[in-house]
């Protein structure tokens, strides 16, 4: 678990300077490239440790540590606490980048685009799971964390910095328990989180479909996770 925050507060220290008006100041694009730095490092570690004695050393002394009975859920429900977080900030009034809307919006766009790149590098690289189960590489799981974790911070970064970067923690949290749960090697990881963090900043910074939303203007919407029982969905209700 530490390692998970420690993740979390690298990433953070590479994204908080935006905050400050200077840099806000500054160009869209040099904003992408500076934001881009972290996700190009990790897929390019990635990349470069996939398939190294390194990696399977480190994963063969990760299972030592916890044994092999170990397994635990938490990286199936982790990956979506930052949308939790997202939505439950707009609920008590957290002041975000976008309505809620275009955070839905952008939110499904990166998790399709970011799906397709994980399922077809999946396809392509026939990797094999620790545990020799197939489709190792990416992590579809780490993509979709850093993905849903990039846009809260994306929404949140300057009204609530620190609350922002609560995301990755989350994130770095679901990677480590795939090794941990023998799902996946640390290049998996890393590299989902980087096309994860790389497709999110790319929606942003693009906005596309910028104009749609049916309901800016509408003041008697309410939209909010919802969890009863074994059930998790969205309440979502129109007075019109």
Known sequence: MRCSYLL????????????????????????????S?????????????????????????????????????????????????????????VKSKNHWFD???????????????????KYATIKTRPNGAPDAFPSGHTSFAFDNATVLFNEFYESAPVFACSGYAFAATTGVFRMLNNKHWLSDVLVGAGIGMLVTELV?????????????????????????????GFYFSWDM
């Open 204 to 232: 942003y910074y693009f906005e596309p479909f910028q104009s749609f939303n049916p309901f800016r203007k509408s003041d008697a919407i309410s939209f909010y996770p919802r969890i009863t029982g074994q059930t998790y």
């Open 37 to 93: 730095i972290v996700p190009t490092v990790f897929i390019g570690a990635g990349i470069f440790i996939n398939g190294s004695q390194f990696e399977q050393d480190l994963q063969h002394n990760l299972r030592n540590r916890v044994g092999d009975d170990f397994g635990s859920d938490v990286d199936d429900y982790f990956q979506y606490a930052p949308v939790a977080e997202l939505y439950l900030a707009d609920m008590i009034g």
């Open 103 to 121: 955070q839905t919006k952008y939110l499904l766009i990166s998790n399709l685009i970011t799906a397709g790149i994980t399922q077809g590098l």
């Open 8 to 35: 979390a507060f690298i990433i953070c220290l590479n994204q908080y300077p935006l905050v400050n008006s200077q840099v806000q100041d500054s160009l869209r694009s040099g904003k992408l490239i500076y934001r």
